[in-house]
Each structure stands twice: as structure tokens, then as C-alpha cells.
């Protein structure tokens, strides 16, 4: 692994670090010599890099709920572009602060079916919201097949949508168009998918939207 390279990612960042730092500068502390590398989004890859020992590229993104497929995708492209010959990628979240828990509740996208046995239900008719929760994931892609190779990259693709307050809209535009480009990148015709994994977040409008 000693030349893989390294892309991650997260929504929000080293979250806990960060406010704990902004709390003691607020209250008058003395920051510690960490603060900085501690508190930076892109400290996160680094720190990684670091105690595996990897010496190829270490980048960092962070593109909201498509982080990990973002990181994927990026690996991708370096690949094939020769930045390296094999790369670690994925995502990873841990956000569960108070100010985390109260920016998504403003944006109404969080559960109101708190305490219940299963609160976050996507594409139930009665769901009625997101779950917010913590974990990581990573892959490990190469730029040839070998005899450890599990799966292969052949189509990808990525959109954006117009503004919304959830970055959705009604109809799953931005999704329909790199749905679209992934499946004519890989030459291949939607009745030849056999399998989709969809976000289901529960949100109202984000289920409805991949229901489109």
C-alpha cells in the first residue's frame, strides 16, 4: 500500500473538533498548537494517510450526502488520468452535535417518529425523515484487475441540481442525467440493470424525487 493514494470525504467535517475549538476560543481559552490541522476538513485525509503509510496522493471532498460517491468517482478519474495505480476511497460522518442536530431539523429534513422502533422508514408511506447517525467506508480501487478484484467501475456519472432547500428537485433531474451519462459510459441499456441502491434517506421530497 506503501504507494496507494487516498480520497475522502465528509458532509461536515471533523465536527466535534471544530466546535469544541470555537466554544474555548469563545470563552477566552488558549487554543491548543493542534487546533488547525485538527480543525481543517482536509486533516481528516491526512490523518489517515499517516497512520496507514501511504505515500500516493491524499485528497480530501465533501459534497454534502454524495460525498462517498464523489470520492469513488474522483478515484476513478485519477486512475485512469496515471495520478497513481491503486487509491483508498470512500466516506465517512460522525456530526451528532446539538448545532448539527438543529441545522437539519430547521431544514426539516430530521424524524419526527422519535422513540419509535424503526424512526427512519424510506419510501414508506408514512416516513417522515432522516435518521441522523455515524460510520465510514472505504474500497480500494486499482487501475488493473487482479486476482483479489471482487468488482469492476464500467459506467459512472454526476449532475447538479438547481437550488432547493434539500438539493432535490420534484422530479430527480440532476439524478435522471447522471443516471443517463453512467449507463452510456458503460454501453449498456437500462433493461440490462439488475440491481439498484438507492440514498433513501426518508426524506418526503428526497424518496419521492428517486421514485421519479
Known amino acids: 500500500l506503501k504507494s496507494t493514494g487516498l480520497i475522502v470525504g465528509s458532509s461536515r467535517g471533523p465536527t466535534h473538533r471544530l466546535e469544541q475549538a470555537w466554544d474555548e476560543f ?101 416516513r417522515s425523515g432522516m435518521v441522523l447517525s455515524e460510520g ?16 469492476e467501475i464500467i459506467g459512472w456519472g454526476a449532475a447538479t441540481e438547481g437550488g432547493t432547500l434539500t438539493g432535490v428537485s420534484e422530479h430527480g433531474d440532476a439524478l435522471s442525467r447522471a443516471i443517463a451519462n453512467a449507463l452510456k459510459i458503460a454501453g449498456i441499456d437500462k433493461g440490462d440493470i439488475d440491481f439498484i441502491v438507492g440514498h433513501g434517506a426518508g426524506t418526503m421530497k428526497g424518496d419521492a424525487a428517486e421514485r421519479e
Do not use: W
Open 26 to 126: 469563545s470563552n477566552g481559552h488558549r487554543l491548543r498548537a493542534s487546533t488547525s490541522p485538527t480543525t481543517t476538513a482536509s486533516g481528516l485525509a491526512a490523518a489517515i494517510a499517516r497512520d496507514l503509510g501511504l505515500e500516493g496522493p491524499s485528497l480530501y471532498l465533501s459534497a454534502a450526502c454524495s460525498t462517498g460517491l464523489y470520492c469513488v468517482l474522483q478515484g476513478v478519474a485519477s486512475l485512469k488520468s496515471g495520478l497513481c495505480e491503486s487509491l483508498l476511497v470512500g466516506g465517512m460522518e460522525a456530526a451528532n452535535t446539538g448545532f448539527t442536530f438543529e441545522m437539519l431539523r430547521s431544514a426539516r429534513v430530521l424524524t419526527t417518529a422519535n422513540g419509535e422502533t424503526y424512526p427512519c422508514r424510506p419510501g414508506a408511506e408514512d
Open 136 to 151: 465510514a467506508a472505504l474500497i480500494l480501487l486499482e487501475s488493473k484487475r487482479s486476482q483479489h478484484s471482487c468488482a
